[in-house]
């Protein structure tokens, strides 16, 4: 196997498995007493800031991060131990997401001391919420075609003009870590003149206008710059560096469990209703839902891996995720072809919602983060075949 995509095999820690054991506990006792109901793709779309704010408080956020930032100085082993079980559970994750996964992850890579000491221990705390603020209304794929543009004004500050789009949670959170155009684009170096600015999702002449998904909920937004003013230490990095930055966060952003476990709880009920018929074709489907799932948990297990070894594996990440989100969808045309249950939200059957959900979901699988061509791409490049 090319050298790129191979990776060291990983045997769970005991603190890992210790941990994970403290959250399976944890969320038995939060399903019996009725805070959460389990549901498919909650890390998008299961906003719970009390639910977050309850793992802060056992030290389950900014796990990894050092101690003076109110990180818990953990591994990735033991994060990944985390996040899998609250994927599994089908838990509300979604406020603290993004700011968990990457934001937090960006600003102890590029933020000042200042921004770090402000902001980090208000994420661990499970209290502070980022989002996502790349793509825009004609910028997607082409990243580097982004026309949301910041100039420094008299003071030093920055007025922020555009807008973006698909900004998953900006209803919900505080900030924004937002690419902008810091300099006219030169067509000869496309990546140059982009930098990243943490924008305060309150200040005046931000709007932000709700997109709704297929089945009626919010999780989507377009979010519109108006004379924006940033003040002038709310860059993140460096000027013009926010390609390069980018680049870094969509490392984190794509090789965790949330890219093939989206439909997991879609799995579970389906092998209840299997371990209760029996029937024997329903088994065969469980049989090979359950070695793809196992397939791919190995080597996202095994990025973690990378990761507590100082290793930046975007190519391999870049690979879990076209084939994690491909398999979350392939997992609805599986159990639909294996039971004959109408699909509807308001079925009484949990199987019959669970189906329902995972199919209204279903679109933004294998676009969020990157689409799979886009992804096909990277890892081609990766292995020089391009
Ligand atoms: C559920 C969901 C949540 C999202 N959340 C966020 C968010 O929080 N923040 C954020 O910034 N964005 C978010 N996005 C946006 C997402 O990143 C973009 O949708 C994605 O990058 C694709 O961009 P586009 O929609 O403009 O499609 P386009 O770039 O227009 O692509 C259209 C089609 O053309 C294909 N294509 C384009 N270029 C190429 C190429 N060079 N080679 C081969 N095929 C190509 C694509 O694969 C795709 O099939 C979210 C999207 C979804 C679905």
């Not at 998008?44 to 639910?51: E, I, K, N, T």
């Not at 994420?123 to 420094?152: H, K, N």
């Not at 900004?167 to 684009?185: E, F």
């Not at 680049?247 to 299997?274: D, K, M, N, Q």
Request: charged share 20%; net charge negative; hydrophobic share 40%.
């Amino acid at each position: 196997m090319p050298s790129t995509l191979t990776l060291a095999p990983v045997v769970p820690s005991a603190a890992a498995e210790q941990v994970r054991a403290e959250v399976r506990e944890f969320l038995a006792a939060e399903l019996a007493a009725g805070t959460f109901t389990t549901h498919v793709d909650t890390w998008l779309s299961g906003v719970d800031p009390a639910f977050s704010r309850k793992l802060g408080e056992r030290g389950w956020l900014g796990m990894t991060w050092p101690r003076r930032y109110g990180g818990h100085e953990r591994t990735a082993m033991e994060r990944y131990a985390v996040t899998e079980e609250l994927l599994a559970a089908g838990a509300p994750v979604a406020a603290h997401w993004i700011a968990d996964r990457q934001s937090g992850p960006n600003l102890l890579r590029y933020g000042t001391e200042a921004q770090r000491a402000e902001i980090l221990p208000r994420i661990a705390a499970g209290e502070c919420y980022f989002v996502i603020g790349m793509s825009e209304p004609d910028s997607g794929s082409d990243l580097a075609s982004i026309r949301t543009r910041a100039t420094r004004n008299g003071d030093g500050d920055w007025v922020v003009n555009g807008a973006k789009v698909w900004t998953s949670n900006a209803h919900t959170s505080h900030y924004a870590i937002t690419l902008v155009r810091t300099s006219p684009a030169d067509p000869a170096h496309r990546h140059a003149g982009l930098s990243q600015l943490l924008v305060d999702l309150s200040l005046p002449g931000i709007t932000v206008n709700p997109i709704r998904i297929l089945d009626g909920g919010h999780h989507f937004n377009e979010v519109v710059f108006d004379d924006v003013v940033v003040p002038g230490d709310m860059l993140l990095g460096e000027e013009g560096n926010g390609w390069h930055q980018v680049t870094a966060e969509l490392a984190f952003e794509r090789s965790g469990p949330e890219r093939f476990l989206s439909t997991y709880p879609l799995i579970a009920e389906f092998a209840r209703r299997v371990a209760d018929s029996g029937d024997p074709a329903q088994l065969a489907t469980l049989g090979r839902v359950s070695a793809r799932l196992l397939a791919l948990r190995q080597l996202s297990l095994r990025i973690a891996g990378a990761l507590d070894r100082g290793e930046l594996p975007d190519i391999p990440a870049a690979l879990v995720k076209d084939v994690g989100t491909t398999f979350e969808a392939d997992v609805i045309d599986e159990v639909r072809r294996a039971v004959d249950v109408p699909a509807s939200l308001d079925s009484p059957d949990p199987l019959g919602r669970a189906l329902a959900e995972a199919q209204l979901h279903a679109p933004g699988y294998t676009l969020r983060g990157g689409t799979n061509e886009i992804l096909r791409g990277i890892v081609a490049r990766g292995l020089g075949l391009r």
